[in-house]
């Protein structure tokens, strides 16, 4: 698909709203199949002959049961989570803000939920929709008077989270060489109570600007959701002042096809999770009908009612009123059994696979560290890339925010953890550092921020305040007094000896005699080795 090419036209105030976009429609109908993967067993089973084929003359009643009775080995939630977790295994941090902005990131969605919980949640609907928008929204301030109003009011820039099923259509248009969005229609829904009852509303806001005039509009329509489709009623419109483009940001996980068209990453391990719903429902078939013998009989007849009392258990007897009738069970081979399970077996390693696991098959078959090692980095550089284009959305997120109160956000950056490498290989490498500091191959700020960067110090680690305390300390045990002792004490005077062979001797510095002084650090040293 093309990318989609427009002028500017201001919106009618007569239409249906709720038009879907070309990149729209393609991209819901994917999702749909998703979002039911991703849900589970119990959204697998609502889609019912959609995932789960009925056979041909299978009765109706036997395909419910069969329906009942599979269960879904959900790998696509356990990809998705995974992934997504990676970034934010520590605390999400912005550099270059202002004590406004630092506020605003306490509550950036006016629910409560920090821009760290935010952003984790903007990582993961992307990453199983393949994308995920925000929108930087303001209060309406057009009817103040002034800034100073606005400010009494309280009014202030927040974000807003919408899925892909949240947005009818959404246009970009190429100015100068930029990418500018000029076109947005967000879907919603309000509740009104009528007494004990509750009436729906859709509602779509429109919301477009005119790039050559840094202005544009906001519209309101609405429609009852139960009037089975009938016209959208214009309700109101706003101005939306300074601002050069809509204040929309997409985050792209998967493959770009078109503008707001992307094919997502896990989109085959949701195919693959279905046809293991499929597998694994005729393996259970087959199980429940053969893996328990059937008794049978030879050269007997059962008299009709004794074949209502027919039962089989203990302190039950079986006769056979012919002479040369008998009593046998009958039982499979299992050679389809069998090549059932095997089969789930190589469905459920193929979907390891491509849920990024980067121990594929170790609980089945032995997997070399070589190869374990270039399936990690596989993974690694996956996850890293889709972390980079989430930290870009969020500054340009900020950005929009500090276009809304005239402030330039253009500095402010979105750090999240890109360091994905396991425990062991990380205190590995800062072995290999410290070993670099002592040799004075690097300096202690940059060893500091190295052993930072590995997720081995706290999200409150602050490098500069460790600097300026280690500085202290260095220079207290150049003056050979303790740095944490009290200016007033006397024990914690400086010793007035400074030849280093009396410091190293077992005769009191003093030279009043006494017990020679036994020293416990190595190589006859009165103090500790200086560590970082």
């Known amino acids: 698909m093309a990318d989609t090419q427009i002028k500017y036209t201001p919106s009618p105030k007569t239409g249906n709203p709720g038009q879907l976009s070309s990149a729209a429609e393609t991209m819901q109908t994917r999702t749909a199949m998703l979002r039911a993967v991703y849900g589970g067993t119990e959204t697998m089973r609502a889609q019912g002959a959609t995932f789960l084929p009925q056979y041909e003359k299978e009765s109706d009643t036997r ?19 995974a992934a997504s977790a990676k970034p934010f295994r520590t605390l999400l941090k912005v550099q270059n803000g202002d004590p406004d902005l630092d506020l605003w990131t306490q509550d950036i969605d006016l629910q409560g939920n920090h821009l760290h919980i935010f952003g984790h949640q903007y990582f993961n609907n992307s990453m199983l929709d393949g994308m995920c928008h925000l929108l930087v929204d303001h209060p309406d301030t057009y009817n103040m008077k002034s800034l100073a109003d606005q400010k009494a009011s309280g009014a202030r820039p927040f974000m807003k989270m919408y899925k892909v099923d949240d947005v009818a259509a959404a246009y970009d248009m190429y100015v100068g060489g930029d990418t500018k969005t000029v076109h947005v229609r967000i879907r919603s829904q309000r509740a009104e109570r009528d007494g004990f009852k509750e009436v729906l509303y859709n509602q779509i806001r429109v919301i477009e600007i005119d790039p050559t005039k840094t202005s544009g509009i906001v519209q309101l329509w609405e429609q009852k959701a139960q009037s089975g489709g009938s016209n959208w009623d214009f309700i109101e419109e706003t101005p939306l002042q300074n601002m050069a483009e809509v204040p929309f940001v997409t985050m792209y996980a998967g493959e770009k096809e078109a503008d707001y068209l992307a094919r997502p990453i896990f989109i085959d391990l949701a195919y693959k999770q279905i046809e ?22 030879s ?29 046998y069970y009958v039982e499979p081979r299992g050679t389809a059994i069998e090549s059932g399970a095997k089969d789930l077996d190589k469905l459920e390693m193929q979907m390891d696979m491509m849920a990024l696991n980067p121990v594929t098959g170790t609980h089945r078959q032995y997997v070399p560290q070589n190869e374990r090692d270039i399936q990690e980095t596989r993974v690694h550089s996956v996850v890293h890339d889709m972390a980079i284009n ?3 959305a969020l500054e340009k997120a900020i950005k929009f925010m500090g276009q809304w109160t005239g402030k330039d956000y253009s500095q402010v950056q979105v750090i999240l953890n890109t360091e994905f490498s396991n425990t062991k290989d990380r205190i590995e490498e800062v072995k290999q550092l410290v070993a670099m500091y002592e040799k004075r191959g690097i300096s202690r700020e940059t060893l500091l921020r190295e052993v930072y960067k590995r997720n081995l110090l706290g999200d409150d680690f602050n490098i500069q305040n460790e600097l300026t ?3 202290a300390i260095d220079q207290a045990l150049t003056a050979g007094t303790d740095p944490n002792a009290s ?16 410091a190293n001797s077992n005769t009191p510095a003093n030279g009043t005699g006494g017990t020679p002084k036994t020293f416990d650090f190595p190589n006859n040293q009165d103090r500790p080795k200086k560590q970082i």
Not at 63 to 81: G, I, P
Not at 488 to 497: C, L, M, Q, Y
């Open 299 to 327: 050269g007997v007849q059962i008299d009709p009612e004794d074949e209502k009392q027919f039962a089989i258990g203990p302190y039950k007897v079986l006769y056979a009123p012919e002479a040369n009738g008998r009593w």
């Open 390 to 392: 989430c930290q870009d």
């Open 487 to 502: 200016a007033t004490d006397p024990a914690a005077a400086p010793s007035k000896t400074t030849d280093p062979a009396a």
């Open 469 to 471: 305390a280690l500085a």
């Open 276 to 297: 293991h719903w499929i597998s694994s429902s005729d393996q259970r078939s087959i199980l429940s009908a053969a893996r328990f013998p059937m008794l049978a009989c």
């Open 63 to 81: 395909y419910q049961a069969r329906l009942a009775s599979t269960f879904a080995l959900n790998k696509l939630r356990e990809a998705v989570d």
